[in-house]
């Protein structure tokens, strides 16, 4: 949702801690500190509205394991799902294979946790599953992220832990909306449910309980950003749900748990536990590693060469004194 | 005996050095050892730098003997493993272009019924999946270039002389098992031989039949020669020792080796319990050293002109470990030096320390001493089938488990 500035990646200790901290609290502050998180997503850029119910693949990280929330992101273009993944999430791969294995997203495991110089074990590594356009259970996919082709209006879960089932259903993370942009069609409106947000205001309703069936073909999702189409939420960039208006909604008492401020994963205070909320995350920036220089190489391969010479010469003379 | 100046030529002004065998064990420990670090790297500059120190070490330090050639196939090997990787990436490791990649061509995609997920035949071929698997190629290859220095450097018959003497049961099909590389390559050399003096073509594919039956059978033949000539000579009996003692031996080893199994599995998988690790790595190991002490115990043997083991023997093990030491602790610390990442794609680095390590290992090629030559000949052909010239096994007793041992002089 184009409010949902504010979901950020919790990258360094010292946000996580006073999101951490911050969330625990759920309090009202914790909106306003929010936005002073490096990597918060300017308004407008939000990818979620990108993808429809009939477009472009919606990806959801599962960061419980770390106090997060579940972190739901757009690629619009379906080429491959780690493509997709690294469209709003930072994904590091293994040393051994590259982004071929995914090890991290968006920093976790930590570096402490998991190193990822080689193959991580299965009970610590990512899993990814998938759910087509439709579908309201979770496959685990049968092949790698780098080769799997998303299906549109598809959407795809990664969760860390040895093939544990995503702890949300499909719908919840779905897209509604029946067209990519903000825009949103007149069938696919305010689908909130009505437990969660009184005015429409909460851009990330709590998925409380929400059944696979309580939303069969996306319509009935309970929470569906594109779709919570609160007057002037969806369609304009800055308007509606900004962080300073989410607290607003944050405690309706019909909830079993006050939604944490908008998108902030910090949310997750130990009250949350077990139950992942659903925020919206913002395109990652494309950071490729700089290729380096060749340097090295040209110094490397002028080493090769004078070890191979050394062992031709001997092998030369060896020959000749036979 | 001919020292030979390329053995001698890196030892200037220390005065020539007695040409003896090095110990086989420690030769195997200085490749095993490389071995292990090669497991850590895929810079494929790293790699190079490895292969090329094997070489100098196996050019400068093998005999004559015909399963000391044998680096050249092993190098052939590697070099038709990194060939099929990469092939084998055009073919199933194609994709479709997406953006990021380099995509060098493409090849026509077939597409596949769903239930064969994951396959691919044809597609674009990108730099990056070509990089890696040159790299992970490129370390395979090297892996087995490292088994081949041993078996070139390594007298395959002398290496089983220390066999321990709990194992003396299983000697011949050790024997038979460790043996079976050099005595094919030593079959290759001795059949093509043959039919060149026949004027018959030793190379392409018309020649592979002609080769490849009499070799394996050749190789198979005497495989059965060796074992009963161990046989022969008692290896397998059982006299005088009794049942209880041979099953308590049986079942310590048994253990052990379960023991080691298990820890094993609980040290490279990290789901598993805590205690299967280590602990379960040490048991197994006190196990089997029991079980080999107890073993080792019934079994007397002696030893005509046992190998020695002095300062060049732990140089040698000394050079090969500092690689390995080197490469494995930098490869927690330094991943992106020792494996560059393919995707993006990132120039190799250089990493000093570790190319210094693996120059290391290239001492070997000094600290060994010059290997016992034949007296001069004609190398290149007659060498293989020269009976009685040193190291040529098989020609005398049929692989005896020692034929060789009466060159130790020189």
Known sequence: ?322 | MTTGSAARAPRRGSGRRIPRALHPVAWWLWAVSLAVATTAVTNPVLLLLLLGVLAVVVVNRRTDAPWARAFRYYLGLALTVVAVRVAFLAVFGGDLPTQGVHTLFTVPRLPLPSWATGLRLGGAVTAEGTLGALYAGLRLGCLICCLGAANSLANPKRALRVLPGALYELGVAVVVSLSVAPQLVESVQRVRRARKLRGGPTSGFHALRGIAIPVLEDALDRSLRLAAAMDSRGYGRRGGVSTGSRRLTAALLVAGMCGLCLGAYGLLDGSVAAPAGVPALAAGATLCGLGLALGGRRVVRSQYRPDPWRAAEWGVVLCGLVPAVVLVGRLATHPAALAPSTDPLVWPALPVVPALAILVAGLAAVIAPPPVRAAHRDVGRSAPATPGSPGSPGVTATGEPAPTGRRVAA
Do not use: K
């Open chain 1, 1 to 322: 949702m184009t409010g949902r500035a504010s979901r950020r990646r919790r990258r360094t200790g010292v946000a996580r801690c006073l999101l951490g901290t911050a969330g625990a609290l759920g309090s009202v502050g914790l909106a306003l500190a929010v936005p002073a998180v490096p990597g918060s997503v300017p308004a407008g850029a939000d990818p979620v509205a990108d993808c429809s119910t009939t477009a472009g693949v919606v990806v959801a990280v599962d960061l419980s394991p770390w106090g997060g929330a579940v972190q739901r992101g757009c690629d619009p273009t379906l080429t491959t799902a780690l493509a997709a993944l690294q469209a709003d999430f930072t994904v590091a791969g293994t040393a051994q294979y590259g982004d071929a294995f995914v090890c991290r997203i968006d920093g976790d495991p930590t570096v402490d946790q998991t190193s990822c110089t080689s193959t991580p074990p299965a009970s610590a590594s990512w899993s990814f599953w998938y759910a087509d356009a439709g579908s309201a259970t979770w496959t685990y996919a049968n092949q790698g992220a780098s080769t799997f082709r998303p299906q549109a209006g598809s959407v795809e879960a990664w969760t860390f832990g040895a093939g544990t089932n995503p702890g949300f259903t499909p719908a919840e993370v779905r897209a509604t909306n029946s067209s990519p942009a903000a825009g949103t069609a007149p069938g696919a409106t305010p689908t909130t449910a009505p437990a969660s947000s009184p005015a429409g205001t909460t851009p990330a309703p709590p998925v409380v309980g929400a059944t696979p069936a309580a939303a069969p073909s996306g319509g009935g999702g309970t929470s569906s950003p594109g779709a919570s189409s609160s007057p002037g939420a969806s369609s304009s960039p800055g308007a509606g749900a900004t962080p300073g208006t989410a607290p607003g909604g944050t405690a309706p008492p019909s909830t079993t748990r006050a939604p944490a401020p908008v998108g902030g994963p910090a949310g997750t205070g130990p009250a949350d536990h077990g139950v992942p909320r659903i925020v919206d995350a913002a395109p990652a920036a494309v950071h490729r590693a700089p290729a380096g220089s060749p340097v090295p190489l040209v110094v490397g391969a002028v080493l090769v060469v004078a070890v191979g010479g050394v062992a031709g010469v001997l092998a030369w003379r060896r020959r000749r004194t036979a």
